[in-house]
């Protein structure tokens, strides 16, 4: 996959703001001014700084990924994903182990606030965290197979829920449009580039193994915002999937 734009390269990219609080992750911003990246928000930062730094993100122009993986009875999904519509956010997820009718309805939450016809947010579900292993998942989480088919399984029943995408590690990427079709959506952390510390993730690629794979969108933290040079650091991710 090649040809890709200056700007349609930095829009693959979610920044993950993972700060204690919002003058943090201001100081980020600042230093990212004028890249049309989007921005992840995590729990973290929004049980920190609340909605009101997701509005601001968006005055500010940026896309908004709000990841906070809900995961509760399908009434209290309904609800949350009525809220998170409120907030203008470009993408939201659930977790995919909540089953279907907990997936469908966040989506009749949001259609609930939004109303037909409106533009609304992409809602993904998490199949398996990138720090899953296979011990993790057979001998903690209690799931038989291999971490690929327990992916593919949620990613096929998020398809079938009507979300528009999933987050997986970048090594399914593949399997999954396989699976649910081209235009289903793959957001992938994991991402690495050359020479990165691993930290906590499993199964990872670099952004350019990444892109080569099909993902849509590739969340980038450390390798991003614990760098000397963060501006630095994304646009040589640019670069490289630019090339």
Known sequence: MGGLTRNEAAG???VALDYPDASAAERMLDALEGIPCYMKVGMQLFYAAGPAFVTSLKERGY???LDVKM???PNTVKGGASSIARLGVDMFNVHAAGGRHMMEAALEGVDITLGAGSTRPLVIAVTQLTSTNQSVLNDEIGIAGSVEEAVIRYAKQAHAAGLD????SPQEVQIIKSACGEAFK???PGIRPV???LNDQSRILTPRQALD???DYMVIGR???AAADPRASIESIIEELIR
């Open 165 to 168: 995408g999933v987050v997986s």
């Open 213 to 215: 794979q099909g993902t």
């Open 186 to 188: 793959t957001v992938t």
């Open 223 to 225: 390798p991003i915002t």
């Open 12 to 14: 693959k990219i979610m």
């Open 195 to 197: 020479g990165a510390e």
């Open 63 to 65: 896309r908004v990924f």
């Open 71 to 73: 995961h509760d009875i």
